[in-house]
């Protein structure tokens, strides 16, 4: 016999959770604290002056990436974010930078304790993804710099 109980309810995503206005106030929540937080203003100085490109884009992935309908995907044909992020030097700094934003926006848009319990992790995991260098300062790249410290 089944002891399966009616008022269970299956597991909701994100997507279900947020719905695409909620992403999409996310997102906005997400980069008006990139662009006002100054400790984030290293990232800030990284994207364009003009954030209404990317606002749409990390909304659009994030659809997808939530579990909603894969709308970046079908915009830029993959979901590997490597090639967008390689000319910008993203180490440890510049990855908590990024999650310190996300954080923030989820206080700003009231998410529930379970979204950002579900959310924690799964974030943490593709900022890793996207971080490509193992320090956060960029090496110099006088010469004259590398020489001196070899005296
Ligand atoms: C780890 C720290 C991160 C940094 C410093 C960073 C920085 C950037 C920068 C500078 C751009 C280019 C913006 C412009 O052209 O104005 C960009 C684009 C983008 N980022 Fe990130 N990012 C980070 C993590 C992430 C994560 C975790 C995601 C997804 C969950 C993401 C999603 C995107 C998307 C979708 C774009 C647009 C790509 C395209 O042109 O198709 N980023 N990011």
């Excluded at 290293?42 to 994030?62: C, F, N, Q, W």
């Excluded at 909603?68 to 700094?93: E, K, N, S």
């Excluded at 848009?109 to 956060?136: C, D, F, R, Y």
């Amino acid at each position: 016999m089944s002891e399966s109980s009616p008022t269970e309810q299956p597991p909701r995503s994100p997507y279900e959770i947020l719905g695409d206005q909620g992403i999409k106030d996310l997102v906005a929540a997400f980069y008006d604290v990139m662009d006002t937080n100054l400790e984030a203003a290293e990232i800030r100085a990284m994207h364009a002056e003009d954030l209404g490109p990317v606002r749409s884009k990390l909304t659009a992935y994030l659809v997808g990436w939530m579990g909603g309908p894969p709308v970046y995907q079908a915009i830029a044909g993959t979901v590997c974010l490597t090639d967008p992020h390689a000319p910008f030097h993203i180490g440890p700094r510049q990855r908590d930078q990024w999650l310190m934003c996300m954080d923030e926006a989820l206080e700003r848009i009231g998410a529930s304790e379970e979204l950002k319990t579900m959310l924690k992790l799964p974030m943490q995991h593709v900022a890793e993804t996207v971080q490509n260098q193992e320090t956060s300062d960029p090496a110099p790249r006088d010469p004259n710099i590398i020489a001196a410290s070899r005296t």
